[in-house]
């Protein structure tokens, strides 16, 4: 990311964010991502097809079940790998789970690319980053891993991906600033944004955020402050436009009619104000 020497890091990390960037994910679920799930789009092979699975409820790969017959992933970690789910998992090595909402029945998100082409790229990416991944021994399922040599082969944590989408930033002349949307989170809400701008369906917006309801996605696809900004200023050029329809305010004749909501004894508005003048 940014330019970063070693060319599994910087796959890696461009994998993360294209999840983030042209699918919506929050960082949590592209770190969640299992090798098991990522797909061929049969409709367009050069595109993937990715699948995000709530890792205790979610169905185990290849239809396996536990010795006593439990399907879901828990089972399949604790079997598997003698590992814990990283949602029940403490300090460094957790992930959250935000979605209540999912895609199927056995429960999992399946990325929306938007614009489509960031699958394509991704799955480009994505055969190339395979030959890294499966050149490490790693007890575990998770897609993305260390390559420092302190911890090589171990789950990718969301504090080494900030220190290292910090240096990325850094090494391209940018500092890391929330407000300016130079952060992880950023890329879902600028994801958001160009839903709602590309006029799709709030109903259809709401799916690809995975979000349980339309208020949830208001803080995703709402107008920046900038853009505000910019519809007040041309909304103002338009009032003093001679051929509005829209005619300015006259505030004399406004006050004649009172505000009874914030001066019901009619001391300064209305027809004869009582303290007119004082």
């Not at 367009?44 to 992933?73: L, M, Q």
Request: a positive charge; proline letters at 6%; one cysteine or more.
């Amino acid at each position: 990311m940014g330019g970063a020497s070693d060319p599994r890091v910087a796959l890696r990390d461009k994998l993360i964010l294209l999840l983030m960037h042209g699918g919506g994910l929050r960082e949590s679920e592209a770190l969640t991502l299992w090798v098991t799930d990522v797909f061929e789009d049969p409709y367009e092979p050069d595109s993937a097809i990715v699948r995000i699975y709530n890792e205790i409820d979610g169905k185990a790969p290849d239809g396996w079940r536990s010795r006593s017959g439990t399907p879901n992933r828990e089972a399949y970690l604790k079997e598997q790998y003698a590992r814990i789910p990283r949602q029940r998992m403490k300090g460094t090595a957790h992930l959250g789970w935000k979605n209540r909402v999912v895609d199927h029945k056995d429960n999992y998100i399946q990325v929306q690319w938007f614009p489509t082409d960031y699958g394509k790229v991704f799955m480009s990416l994505w055969k190339n980053y395979q030959k890294y991944r499966a050149s490490i021994d790693c007890h575990h399922p998770y897609a993305f891993i260390s390559f420092h040599h302190s911890a090589i082969g171990n789950p990718y944590t969301i504090n080494a991906f900030h220190d290292n989408y910090a240096n990325g930033l850094k090494r391209i002349g940018l500092e890391p600033s929330k407000a300016e949307g130079l952060d992880p989170h950023g890329h879902r809400h600028n994801y958001g944004r160009r839903l709602e701008r590309s006029g799709l369906n709030p109903l259809v917006i709401r799916r690809c955020m995975h979000h349980k309801s339309l208020d949830s996605q208001i803080p995703y696809t709402g107008k920046g402050q900038q853009e505000i900004s910019d519809e007040l200023t041309q909304a103002t050029l338009q009032l003093a436009n001679p051929e509005s329809k829209v005619k300015a305010l006259d505030w004399k004749a406004l006050v004649e009619h009172g505000f009874d909501d914030v001066d019901p004894q009619g001391y300064f508005t209305g027809k004869h104000p009582k303290l007119r003048g004082k």
